[in-house]
Structure formats: C-alpha cells, structure tokens
T-cell receptor
Framework: KAGVTQTPRYLIKTRGQQVTLSCSPISGHRSVSWYQQTPGQGLQFLFEYFSETQRNKGNFPGRFSGRQFSNSRSEMNVSTLELGDSALYLC???????????????FGAGTRLSVL | GQQLNQSPQSMFIQEGEDVSMNCTSSSIFNTWLWYKQDPGEGPVLLIALYKAGELTSNGRLTAQFGITRKDSFLNISASIPSDVGIYFCAGGGETSGSRLTFGEGTQLTVNP
C-alpha cells in the first residue's frame, strides 16, 4: 500500500509569487490535514479536510488556503508569498476524522518550500 | 500558536543508555501521540495513548498518558544508534477532529 505522497518535494519561489502543493493520501483515507514546520515555530496545524470540506482551520492568514477533491487528494495554496513562509509543509491522512484507536494519521515526507 | 512544552530540547547519550522525555500542557488532551522524525522525512508514529493513566509499550519504547491528561512521557530503553532523530509529542482534543498540537521536539543523539 503506497504511503502519503506529496509533490513536489522541493520548491523555490520568490516573494509575491503564489504556490500550490499537492497531497495524495493513502488509498481509502478520506481525511487530510496540513501542517507547517519551521525551526522557530515547530509543527503548526494549517487545516483539515474531509469529504471535500474544510473541517478545521489553524491560526494562519487568509493567504493560506486549500481544497480537497472527490478522490480525497488535497492541495494547499499560498498566495503572495513572504520570506517567512519558507518551511516544510507536511500532509497527513487518516481513514476518517478524529484520533481514534483505528484512525492513525500517517504523514508524507513533505514539500520543502524556500521563498527568496 | 499553542504548543506543548517538551523537554529536554536535546540529549546526547551513549549507546545502551536509557532515555526519558516528557511533555506538559496547560490544556487537557484526550489523545497523546509520540512521533519520530528523521531528516528529510515526515513524522512516523511510535506510540498512541487514548486513556488517562494508560501505559503502552512498543518494543524498547514505553509511553504513559498522565492522569491529569495534561502530560505524557516517553522512555527509550537500551538506546541504539538508529534511535537518533527528533522525537515529538502531540496532543489531540475530543472536539478538534484530526487536529494535533505538537511539542517543540527532542533532538536525540546516540554515540556508539
């Protein structure tokens, strides 16, 4: 069974540009969550999608957005990039919402975004 | 954003030694998870705890869910070089869906 796949693995952008990151969850998983990881702030929750609907949102500005498709694949978009957006963006998938015993979240390897 | 207080920040130990790290929070969590992250990879789940007071083992790893639901610890016994990495605790609430709040991480170095 393939794991969580994130593309691209590395990305370099300049300030003011926008970027779209992709996450393909494990087959059969319908919940996808996104996290930002930086040395200063650690792992911060961005948002959670389930059944193509955003179910939960972290404390990030409106420049950060996402969506989920009918096949559960998810994308996140960051508009008007700032230097501080440089980070590892991680996606996690689980069968359903929540943190139950049979509902483990599996993380992808992440997309490393560098903003110059 | 809100984070759990994880300590220590880093540890340098000799192979064969035992390791202990812990997390505390001002908020109650219904789920505590421990992850390990290797360079260039995403976090990998080590142990999941779902009940206050629960003590769970996974090989050389043992973790406990604190009685107050505001803390958890992870012990690694007889460390080996491949234990090197960053260990994170994470807490989840009953009403927060799949959302996890992470600790700052413990960087573990094991000298052979």
């Amino acid at each position: 069974k393939a794991g969580v796949t994130q593309t691209p693995r590395y990305l370099i952008k300049t300030r003011g540009q926008q970027v779209t990151l992709s996450c393909s969850p494990i087959s059969g998983h319908r919940s996808v969550s996104w996290y930002q990881q930086t040395p200063g702030q650690g792992l911060q929750f961005l948002f959670e999608y389930f059944s193509e609907t955003q179910r939960n949102k972290g404390n990030f500005p409106g420049r950060f957005s996402g969506r989920q498709f009918s096949n559960s694949r998810s994308e996140m978009n960051v508009s008007t990039l700032e230097l501080g957006d440089s980070a590892l963006y991680l996606c996690a998938s689980s069968p359903i919402r929540g943190l139950g015993i049979k509902n483990i979240q599996y993380f992808g390897a992440g997309t490393r975004l560098s903003v110059l | 954003g809100q984070q759990l207080n994880q300590s220590p920040q880093s540890m340098f130990i000799q192979e064969g030694e035992d390791v202990s790290m812990n997390c505390t929070s001002s908020s109650i969590f219904n789920t505590w998870l421990w992850y390990k992250q290797d360079p260039g990879e995403g976090p990998v789940l080590l142990i999941a705890l779902y009940k206050a007071g629960e003590l769970t083992s996974n090989g050389r790893l043992t973790a406990q869910f604190g009685i107050t639901r505001k803390d958890s610890f992870l012990n690694i016994s007889a460390s080996i070089p491949s234990d090197v990495g960053i260990y994170f605790c994470a807490g989840g609430g009953e009403t927060s869906g799949s959302r996890l709040t992470f600790g700052e991480g413990t960087q573990l170095t094991v000298n052979p």
